[in-house]
T-cell receptor
Framework: DTGVSQDPRHKITKRGQNVTFRCDPISEHNRLYWYRQTLGQGPEFLTYFQNEAQLEKSRLLSDRFSAERPKGSFSTLEIQRTEQGDSAMYLC????????????FGPGTRLTVL | LAKTTQPISMDSYEGQEVNITCSHNNIATNDYITWYQQFPSQGPRFIIQGYKTKVTNEVASLFIPADRKSSTLSLPRVSLSDTAVYYCLVGDMGTGNQFYFGTGTSLTVIP
C-alpha cells in the first residue's frame, strides 16, 4: 500500500503526558499537512510543510504543539502536557507539486486524553 | 479564508441522483472549488475540483455558474455506499490559502 500512513491509529493518555504521532506521506509528495477533527466537525487545518520547511501554522497550534518534517520525508506531531480538550482525530495528508488541492489523507490517529 | 454554506444533511433513495449545493459568496478570483467525501473513522477523500462551468469525472459532476458564488456536486444513481459526509471547500493550496472544511453535508442513502 503506497498511501499515507499514520502511527499509532489510537492513543490513550493521561492529562499532562506528552504524545507524539507519526505520518508517512506518499513518497513523491512534497507537501504534508496536519489537521485536527473533533466529532461532528470537519477537519481543522493545523500546519503544513513543503519539503522540510514548515510554511504555515494555524492559531489552533498552541505552543504545546510542535511539528517537524526532517529531511522532507515523514513528519511528527508532538503535543506536550496534553489536556482533555486535545482529544480528537489527528489527520495527516500529502499532496503532489502542482496538485495541492487534491490532498491524500491518512487514516488518522485518534487521541483520547483522560 | 473563504467560507462555505452547505445543507447539514440530506436523505436520498438508492438509485436517485443527488445534488448538493454549496454557497461561497466570498470566493476569490484564484480560488478553486473542491469537494471531498468522508466516511466514518476515515480521512477525507478527494472527489472532484473545478474552477468554472462543468467538470465531470468517473464518480461525480460539478456545476459552477458564471458568478462562481455557488456550486453543485451531482452524484448519479447513488448507492448505500455513498452514505458519507461531503465537504465543499474553496481556496487554492497552491498559493497557500488554507482549506476550510466546515461541517459538511451528511448524506444518507436509504434502501
Amino acid at each position: 500500500d503506497t498511501g499515507v500512513s499514520q502511527d499509532p491509529r489510537h492513543k490513550i493518555t493521561k492529562r499532562g503526558q506528552n504524545v507524539t504521532f507519526r505520518c508517512d506521506p506518499i513518497s513523491e509528495h512534497n507537501r504534508l499537512y496536519w489537521y485536527r477533527q473533533t466529532l461532528g466537525q470537519g477537519p481543522e487545518f493545523l500546519t503544513y510543510f513543503q519539503n522540510e520547511a514548515q510554511l504555515e501554522k494555524s492559531r489552533l497550534l498552541s505552543d504545546r504543539f510542535s511539528a517537524e518534517r526532517p529531511k522532507g520525508s515523514f513528519s511528527t506531531l508532538e503535543i506536550q502536557r496534553t489536556e482533555q480538550g486535545d482529544s480528537a482525530m489527528y489527520l495527516c495528508a500529502s499532496s503532489h507539486t502542482g496538485q495541492h488541492n487534491e490532498q491524500f489523507f491518512g487514516p488518522g490517529t485518534r487521541l483520547t486524553v483522560l | 479564508l473563504a467560507k462555505t454554506t452547505q445543507p447539514i444533511s440530506m436523505d436520498s433513495y438508492e438509485g436517485q441522483e443527488v445534488n448538493i449545493t454549496c454557497s461561497h459568496n466570498n470566493i476569490a478570483t484564484n480560488d478553486y472549488i473542491t469537494w471531498y467525501q468522508q466516511f466514518p473513522s476515515q480521512g477525507p477523500r478527494f472527489i472532484i475540483q473545478g474552477y468554472k462551468t462543468k467538470v465531470t469525472n468517473e464518480v461525480a459532476s460539478l456545476f459552477i455558474p458564471a458568478d462562481r458564488k455557488s456550486s453543485t456536486l451531482s452524484l448519479p444513481r447513488v448507492s448505500l455506499s455513498d452514505t458519507a459526509v461531503y465537504y465543499c471547500l474553496v481556496g487554492d493550496m497552491g498559493t497557500g490559502n488554507q482549506f476550510y472544511f466546515g461541517t459538511g453535508t451528511s448524506l444518507t442513502v436509504i434502501p
